[in-house]
């Protein structure tokens, strides 16, 4: 009768032993090491944490989707997402959602390589396609705090032709989305298009107003 027999330990956590074993590195002559891993787990050089609740579960996600609104750096949120994906606990639904944040980050990544580069690119959003010749990311939002793309494309969509600022777009930093370089177009070093307005404020005064010291 072998160890495993003995302990009671079923087939499938027993290979599953074996697979956290190899995950790790811990190995003997080629092959995953159970022994290794357990002395690993009592020496506490291996930190096993408890399963997380759907209400925690759904603040780690709402922290990453903050990191990403934050700028903080790609490699930071992939590890989140990595680590958040293979968690056993963690439904397939949140899973899906931790990817597409990974996702998101990279189309932003991607974008900001071909704006310093001055590259025009393709951006595939929401089921459509604009060929993007400027572009620059806000940060402060339009109208909310939310991350944004301004860019100048060629497509004017549904604005009319007699519109000035037709060719002026926005895109949603944390929505879908995929891009690509075109390297047949030249940058728009002029920008997005732009117009003069001019103010006028009439201004009334009451003379009959006293300011007390």
Excluded at 21 to 36: E, H, V
Aim: hydrophobic letters at 40%.
């Amino acid at each position: 009768m072998d160890v495993r027999s003995l302990a009671g330990i079923p087939d499938q956590d027993w290979q599953n032993l074996e697979q956290k074993a190899l995950d790790l590195g811990l190995t003997y002559n080629g092959r995953p090491s159970r022994s290794k891993l357990i002395q690993e787990i009592a020496a506490d050089r291996i930190f096993i944490s408890p399963p997380m609740s759907a209400e925690e579960q759904g603040a780690l996600l709402r922290s990453v989707v903050a990191m990403h609104q934050a700028r903080a750096p790609q490699s930071q949120i992939e590890i989140l997402v990595a680590w958040a994906i293979a968690r056993p606990e963690f439904s397939e639904k949140i899973k899906a959602q931790f990817q597409k944040l990974s996702h998101f980050s990279g189309w932003r990544s991607e974008a900001e390589k071909y704006i310093s580069q001055c590259k025009p690119f393709l951006l595939a959003y929401k089921g459509e396609c604009w060929t993007v010749e400027f572009a620059k990311i806000s940060d402060s939002g339009v109208g909310d705090r939310r991350p944004y793309l301004m860019a100048w494309v060629r497509e004017l969509g549904s604005n009319p032709e007699s519109d000035p600022l037709g060719h002026n777009r926005t895109f949603l930093l944390d929505a879908e989305a995929s891009v690509e370089p075109i390297d047949s177009l030249d940058w728009r070093y002029s920008g997005l298009d732009e117009i003069d307005m001019v103010f006028e404020v009439d201004f009334c005064i009451d003379r009959n107003l006293k300011i007390f010291g």
